[in-house]
């Protein structure tokens, strides 16, 4: 059974930080393509951080600069660190799993407001 558990969403102040982890059992983790989206009330799931095979990574341009997606295969995880926070970076953050079939974490919510 394949599992992503998402954790270290909270409520922080704008300009804060939060360190974001998806745990992920159940596929062989280096081979897969690790991703963070997020889903804003109202909005259509998007993109925030990719990481490819091969170590290449991508961000939206609303991210770039503050967050950084990085990946421990000896662990199982990928992180989320994400700096300088914005209230219109308030979502439910939602880890994913690529290759051949995609899997997807419950979410963690991010709310930041002061």
């Known amino acids: 059974q394949v599992q992503l558990v998402e954790s270290g969403g909270g409520l922080v102040q704008p300009g804060g930080s939060l360190r974001l982890s998806c745990v992920v059992s159940g596929i062989t983790f280096n081979l897969y393509a690790m991703g963070w989206y997020r889903q804003a009330p109202g909005k259509q799931r998007e993109l925030v951080a990719h990481?490819?095979?091969?170590?290449?990574?991508n961000y939206a341009d609303s991210v770039k600069g503050r967050f950084t997606i990085s990946r421990d295969n000896a662990k199982n995880t990928v992180y989320l660190s994400m700096n300088v926070l914005k209230p219109e970076d308030t979502a439910v953050y939602y880890c994913?799993?690529?290759?051949?079939?995609?899997?997807w974490g419950q979410g963690t919510q991010v709310t930041v407001s002061s």
């Open positions: 994913n799993a690529g290759r051949t079939k995609e899997y």
């Open positions: 990481f490819r095979s091969g170590g290449i990574t």
